[in-house]
Nanobody
Framework: QVQLVESGGGSVQAGDSLRLSCAAS????????MGWFRQAPGKEREFVAA????????YYSGSMKDRFTISRDNAKNTVTLQMNRLSPEDTAVYYC????????????????WGPGTRVIVSS
């Protein structure tokens, strides 16, 4: 399994940008599809974005497609989420996750999770 740790969360104003990073340790990072999920207070954890093992394909939740960008660097064992034009509705704990599938938006297909990083967006 791969161990994951997120960083980059914080408190920002509406309209600001934030870049989240996820550092992976363990074997064969490039053999995992990677994803970002988020969980707002009182809500279910929801899919945000995913990227394939090679980084050649990505997929986004419809509401975030035009504002968020996922990328990965297999040489550095990292995956990032660039978030632009943030709104208070983006306030949540953001989780990095790894899947044995090449790319997936299905939470149950992810088997390794980081502890999360909190993002707070004020209006």
């Amino acid at each position: 399994q791969v161990q994951l740790v997120e960083s980059g969360g914080g408190s920002v104003q509406a309209g600001d940008s934030l870049r989240l990073s996820c550092a992976a340790s363990g074997r064969m990072f490039s053999s995992y599809g990677m994803g970002w999920f988020r969980q707002a207070p009182g809500k279910e954890r929801e899919f945000v974005a995913a990227i394939s093992r090679s980084g050649g394909r990505d997929y986004y939740s419809g509401s975030m497609k035009d504002r968020f960008t996922i990328s990965r660097d297999n040489a550095k064992n990292t995956v990032t989420l660039q978030m632009n034009r943030l709104s208070p509705e983006d306030t949540a704990v953001y989780y990095c996750a790894a899947t044995n599938f090449d790319i997936s938006s299905t939470r149950s297909q992810y088997n390794s999770w980081g502890p999360g990083t909190r993002v707070i967006v004020s209006s």
